[in-house]
């Protein structure tokens, strides 16, 4: 695992998570492509010109409907997708294997079990209490580090494909194809249902305020939710895919998240639960009961790439290429010291730089004299606490000067430094 910024062809960055297939037990191959790494929006998206994009501290895009979501991330070119329930559950799991079940805005921007842990809110038209992306502690994270997933439980509901239920059966593209371009349309022929070792398939039925699963479909039509861990299962013999998919509790697994199901026509799935969800939310919540058009202030989606072996790597060489501008300062990519925490934290140079580039368009735009100039010394001369007291700057001006609004909030990117090992990655424009 290791954290990864891709450019898109504007210059406008993705900070993502890199992981090798076995990292995640996810498909090495993917339509005869051999896949080298699965990267994974390490932020729900935002919105900027109308493109997904995972940076920190920005509001995330709400009010998505599922196939908004996944035309969204696929048009960000070849190998973007919105993140399968195959990839979503193999963090979930991931975390619960390392027992670091991640925690978040669980209770209007405050965890509800450890309410010392708290995000930045922002208000929104809706009046919830939503907080800017990978604003809270390295516990929101997936695995409890800063190089993980952030915001998984809590905050947005997030949209996520390759997975429905039909009439209460569980339906997927198998072998994490929605990862590589699958139909995912209503009518696709490619939806396969989830089978029990006897070949029948699964579906869960709604009744009386309790999710039961067996093999015909169900007779009456209902919706409810349950404790995830209290899922009946007492009338078939669990297929190993439905607790890898996250359908079903692990052996063991103890937590409060819940189950939330539609038994009548076509229902897709969102993951993770909202600010107010308290106990309910978690990696394993999900809800099972709303239309591919439902839309809301609480439901939002996070963008996915599969990174093909062939495909253009990362720019490892990137100081020697630049050798003749001498004055560039060196990336250090070994983990900092822990006296390179907050307060005295040593910016790597892509952070140095991002922050430069977005500091001078921020200047540029309120009428500033020799922009090149100061992009200079914001990347190259400015102390690092200079740039972290300039940005702080950058939060109100980017507030009333819409033509720099995608650099709102940029100040707290600075975060991204802490204990982070970041590399560049360019993505090539098309996959072989």
């Given at each position: ?6 450019f898109d062809n504007r210059g406008i960055p993705d900070i993502m998570v890199s992981f090798t297939p076995d990292e995640l037990g996810l498909p090495a191959e993917l339509k005869g492509c051999k896949v080298e790494a699965y990267l994974i929006g390490k932020y729900p998206a935002t919105l900027i010109g109308g493109v997904p994009h995972s940076l920190p501290y920005q509001q995330p895009a709400v009010n998505i409907n599922h196939d908004e979501a996944i035309r969204l991330c696929e048009a960000k070119g070849p190998g ?353």
């Amino acid at each position: 695992m290791k954290n990864e910024v891709i450019f898109d062809n504007r210059g406008i960055p993705d900070i993502m998570v890199s992981f090798t297939p076995d990292e995640l037990g996810l498909p090495a191959e993917l339509k005869g492509c051999k896949v080298e790494a699965y990267l994974i929006g390490k932020y729900p998206a935002t919105l900027i010109g109308g493109v997904p994009h995972s940076l920190p501290y920005q509001q995330p895009a709400v009010n998505i409907n599922h196939d908004e979501a996944i035309r969204l991330c696929e048009a960000k070119g070849p190998g973007w997708h919105l993140i399968t329930n195959d990839e979503w559950a193999a963090l979930a799991h991931q975390s619960r294997k390392k027992g670091a079940l991640p925690r978040g805005n669980t209770n209007s921007g405050k965890s509800h079990s450890h309410p010392e842990e708290t995000g930045v809110t922002f208000k929104d038209a809706s009046g919830s209490s939503k907080t800017l992306t990978g604003s809270g502690p390295v516990t929101w994270n997936h695995d409890g580090t800063a190089e993980g997933v952030a915001d998984m439980c809590g905050n947005i509901w997030e949209h996520v494909g390759g997975i429905r239920f039909v009439n209460g059966q569980a339906q997927v593209i198998p072998n994490n194809g929605a990862a590589a371009g699958a139909d995912q349309s209503k009518d696709s022929p490619e939806w396969a249902p989830i089978y029990t070792a006897d070949g029948d398939p699964v579906y869960c039925n709604v009744e009386g305020g309790h999710i039961k699963l067996q093999t015909v479909e169900p007779e009456e039509k209902d919706w409810d939710g349950e404790q995830f861990t209290e899922l009946d299962a007492s009338l078939i013999d669990i297929p190993e895919k439905l607790i890898e998919l996250g359908l079903y509790p692990a052996p063991g697994y103890e937590s409060d998240e819940h189950f939330y199901l539609d038994t009548d026509g076509e229902r897709c799935v969102v993951r993770g639960g909202h600010w107010n969800s308290g106990t309910s939310a978690g990696v394993f919540y999900l809800a099972g009961h709303h239309s591919r058009s439902y839309v809301c202030a609480g439901l939002g989606f996070r963008s996915a790439f599969v990174r093909y072996s062939g495909d253009s790597g990362d720019l490892d060489n990137l100081d020697a290429e630049d050798s003749n501008q001498t004055d560039e300062p060196k990336e250090s990519t070994a983990a900092p010291s822990p006296d390179t925490l907050p307060g005295s934290v040593k910016l790597p140079t892509l952070v140095r730089l991002v922050l430069a580039h977005q500091l001078t368009v921020l200047y540029e735009a309120a009428g500033g004299k020799d922009p090149e100039g100061f992009k200079r010394i914001a990347a190259h001369t400015a102390t690092d606490k200079e740039l972290q007291q300039a940005a702080a700057l950058a939060l109100p001006l980017s507030q009333v000067n819409a033509a720099v609004e995608l650099y709102r909030n940029v100040s707290q990117q600075l975060k991204i430094a802490n204990t982070l090992t970041v590399t560049i990655g360019k993505e090539a424009a098309d996959h072989e």
